[in-house]
Every structure is written in C-alpha cells, then in structure tokens.
C-alpha cells in the first residue's frame, strides 16, 4: 500500500505565486504546501531546512506555524505545518484580507502587532525575506482577541547559511531586510505603512 497522499478539490486552501496548501486528508490541524508544477526546488529545501534549525533551537513558535515534516503527495514532495485555523475553526484569513477593509480600529490594532511582530522575530533571531501582507494570518482567539502568525516568507536563501547559525549576523539581515523593503510590502496600506517604523540600529 501507498503511503502517496492525494489531496481532493475539498482539501484545497489558498495558493501564492509558488505553492497550492491543502489541508492534511489525515490531520485536520495540518496542511501541505506542494510547489507548482514548473517552480525549482531551491526554495522549498531551503524553508525546510531553516524550519528544521528553528525546531533545534527550540525557538518560541507563537508567531509561526510548526513544521511537521515532510510527505508524498501525488502533486509531489509536500511539507507539512500547523494549519492556522480560528476558535470557530475556520481556516484563518490573510492580514492582507482584513487590510482590504482599512477599518480604523483594525488598522490600529494591526500597526501594533506588525511592531510586535518585528520585535518578536529580532529577539529570536528568525531570518525573513519576505513579511508582506499575504504571508501572515490573523489568527482569531476568542471575542476581540487575534494573533498574527506568518506562514511563509521565513528564512534567507544564502548559500553560506551563516544567518541560520549567528546571532549578529541574522539580527543584521533582519534589520536590513524589513528597512529596504517594508514600505514596499505595505504599499496598497497608506493608513498602515505610514505608521510602521524601520529598525533603529544604535
Ligand atoms: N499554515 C497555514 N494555515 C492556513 N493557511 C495557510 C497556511 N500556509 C499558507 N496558507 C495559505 O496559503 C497561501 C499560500 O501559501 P504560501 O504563502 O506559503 O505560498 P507561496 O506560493 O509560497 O507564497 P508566495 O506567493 O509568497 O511565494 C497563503 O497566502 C495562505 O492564505
Ligand atoms: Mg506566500
């Protein structure tokens, strides 16, 4: 018997410019990312075995879903994380969903926990590429109560992976990487980006 997962049209979740996420036929709380057809491999490698570090360095996941490993699917190698779901166990919806609406109070709150957010992957030395909008969900706790969790976008694609091992070094990449490029990520957000901040480096 096959172990090949192969996913149905009901399993299907969202899909970005790279790869389709399904939820695990298995696992309810899980989903697979599978890369489409014609995309390289590099990326994918190089997110699991960042994932991996981070498993290692018993970092605090509470802003990032949980790698599980990986599986065969029959869309090919899928990798396997937390499925970010909300308390009433609906597949939670992208920031960049709930920007869309430009809610005064929604935008409050979010400049806030970006802010936090930025803090968070500095302190824990979490290297990034790429925070825009569509690779961070907002996590529905309870009555009024969100958490941000990014789901994609974490790591670097340095060859000589000297971010995944110094502290220095990846908090230097970090501080770079969200001051070139956050106003960018945020650009569609005018009320948001004005008030996000660039790193200040002492
Ligand atoms: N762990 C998760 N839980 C729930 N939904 C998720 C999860 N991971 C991804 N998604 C949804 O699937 C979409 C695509 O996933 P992801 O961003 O990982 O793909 P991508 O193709 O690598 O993205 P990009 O376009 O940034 O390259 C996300 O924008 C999100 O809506
Ligand atoms: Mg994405």
Not at 159 to 170: G, Q, T, W
Request: proline content about 4%; glycine content about 4%.
């Amino acid at each position: 018997m096959s172990d090949t997962v192969s996913p149905t049209p009901q399993d299907f979740i969202a899909e970005g410019t790279e790869r389709k996420c399904f939820r695990h036929p298995r696992n309810p709380d899980r989903c697979f990312k599978v890369l489409h057809p014609e995309r390289r491999l590099g990326r994918f490698w190089r997110e699991v075995r960042y994932y991996t570090r981070l498993r290692h360095r018993a970092v605090d996941f509470h802003h990032l879903t949980v790698f599980h490993g990986l599986l065969d699917t029959s869309l090919g190698k899928g990798a396997v994380f937390d499925l970010v779901l909300d308390d009433d166990g609906r597949v939670s919806k992208s920031l960049d969903t709930y920007l869309a609406s430009n809610d005064r109070a929604f935008n409050d709150w979010a400049v806030t926990e970006i802010e936090r957010l930025k803090h968070y992957l500095y302190d824990h030395w979490i290297v990034f590429h790429n925070l825009n909008p569509a690779n961070i969900l907002v996590k529905r706790l309870g009555f009024d109560e969100f958490r941000l969790v990014v789901v994609d976008g974490i790591g670097h694609n340095h060859f000589i992976p000297l971010a995944s091992y110094n502290r220095l070094y990846a908090r230097n990449k970090i501080v770079r990487v969200w001051n070139r490029r956050y106003r960018q990520w945020y650009a569609a957000y005018p009320a948001v980006v004005s008030r996000l901040t660039p790193y200040l480096v002492i």
